[in-house]
């Protein structure tokens, strides 16, 4: 028999310490799990002899201290590092291993950098006497408010490995999501990438060999030419004197530009409000758009239900993870009805921004008490409609790409041989 010191967390929370004897570290979990307490870490206490092996421990403490990484930490944890951080974490605690313990064995799996420091940081604060969603909580960059509400939930009511289990299953279908969208915007973008530079490149090095030839014409050049020669000049730089900047880096600039800009004006209340609203009213985009968020914030909430989260606390943290402004507002009227001991449902359906069949379903779900197993279907059929957007997208995208290429490739030729034409009828 062996001697086991153990910290846990009581029903509501509380953290707990003590000491029990057993056979085994299983045996000592499964006596600290009867008596009603959530083990959080478990340790066999050992016997040391002498003053020098005391201070063998501290100095291994010290040692290990000391051999933190020094990797450079710039940005925020990858969700892909995240997301199998949490589904290896749930494994560890469904097979019984104290926390601290299976933090270290994933701190391992690391590699050096920002998610490897921050998991060494959460370890040293769940050692101290923090639980291990306050230790979480401390680091923003690697578990977010949602993260750290779930933990919360899963260590209050003992069942941190279902929780876990939940979260990485929300984590990757949202994943999932994300990829669908921007694997379906990528061809589109290389196919307008590449259209974009050989149109410069035609600019910038056809045209000018074409107008060499037009100046040694008497007579007046036709409307269509001139614009395309001055067009030409400008993203060549050469249009007048006073042109500092080519045109061709101001078009190569402005996606970056306008990527900035519009970031910056999101960081503005009123800014964000304008720009979210009017993305929502652009056909197809704005109905993709707000049918992701539809399906994004149905299944955070849905989780965070089904995990026991107070639900004007999840609530709160749907509309803050909520990126559209709209829906962060209409979120917000809900809080407020669910707080005056009002309807989900009504202010949902009043702000406009779900389907009525969306309502529909959490108004059932709100009178038979499945509110969460609601929401998740919600977020199930909104994903699917997604994919179904998301091919509509592309087939429309293609014709439009092809009749703008088409257009654009059609005018510099019919630009350039206008002339031409011209002078052949006066010769004639």
């Known amino acids: 028999m062996a001697t086991f010191q153990y910290e846990a967390l009581t029903d509501t929370g509380k953290p707990q310490k003590g000491k029990i004897v057993a056979a085994s570290s299983d045996e000592a979990i499964a006596r600290i799990r009867s008596q009603g307490y959530f083990p959080t870490s478990v340790r066999e206490q050992r016997v040391t002899k002498g003053k020098g092996a005391k201070a063998a421990p501290a100095a291994s403490e010290t040692a290990k201290k000391k051999k933190k990484s020094t990797s450079i930490n710039i940005g925020n944890v990858n969700g892909k590092a995240l997301t199998a951080f949490t589904r290896q974490l749930s494994t560890l605690q469904d097979a019984g291993l104290p926390i601290l313990r299976s933090l270290v064995i994933l701190e391992q799996q690391q590699k050096p ?3 490897k420091n921050i998991l060494e940081e959460v370890h040293t604060g769940v050692s101290g006497g923090m639980t291990l969603s306050e230790s979480m909580a401390a680091h923003p ?8 509400k779930m933990i919360t939930a899963g260590e209050v009511g003992g069942v941190l490995d279902l929780i876990l289990a939940r979260l990485a299953e929300f984590m990757e279908k949202a994943a999932a999501l ?19 530079i050989i149109v410069l490149g035609i600019m910038v090095f056809i045209v000018p060999s074409f107008v060499k030839i037009f100046d040694d014409f008497d007579s007046a050049l036709p409307i269509a030419t001139t614009v395309l020669i001055n067009t030409s000049k400008w993203i060549g730089g050469t249009l007048n004197e006073s042109q500092v900047i080519p045109g061709w880096l101001w ?3 402005s996606p970056v ?6 970031k910056m004006l999101r960081k503005t209340h009123l800014g964000q409000a304008v720009i979210d609203t009017a993305v929502l009213k652009i056909p197809i985009v704005g109905q993709l758009i707000a049918k992701t968020t539809v399906a994004k914030f149905a299944r955070t909430l849905g989780t965070l239900i089904n995990a026991g989260v ?7 943290i749907t509309r803050d993870t909520t990126a559209n402004y709209v829906y962060a507002k209409a979120l917000g009227e809900v809080h407020n009805s669910v707080r005056q001991g009002e ?16 309502t529909n379903m959490i108004d059932v779900g709100e009178e038979t008490g499945d509110l969460d197993k609601m929401l998740v279907r919600v977020a199930d059929n909104y994903e699917e409609e997604v994919d179904v957007l998301v091919q509509a997208l592309v087939s429309t995208l293609e014709p439009l790409m092809v009749v703008f290429l088409g257009g654009t490739v059609g005018f510099i030729v019919i630009a350039l041989f206008l002339p031409l034409v011209k002078l052949i009828q006066a010769v004639i």
């Open 141 to 148: 960059r690697a578990f977010n408010k949602l993260y750290c």
């Open 343 to 358: 309807s989900f449902s009504e202010p949902l359906g009043k702000a406009k921004v779900c389907d009525a069949i969306v």
């Open 178 to 196: 994300k990829r669908k969208i921007i694997g379906a915007m990528i061809y589109p973008s290389v196919v307008l990438a590449v259209a974009a």
């Open 310 to 316: 107070p639900i004007l606390d999840a609530l709160t």
């Open 113 to 115: 950098g920002l998610f």
């Open 257 to 262: 530009i306008i990527f900035f800009v519009t």
């Open 251 to 253: 078009i190569l600039a």
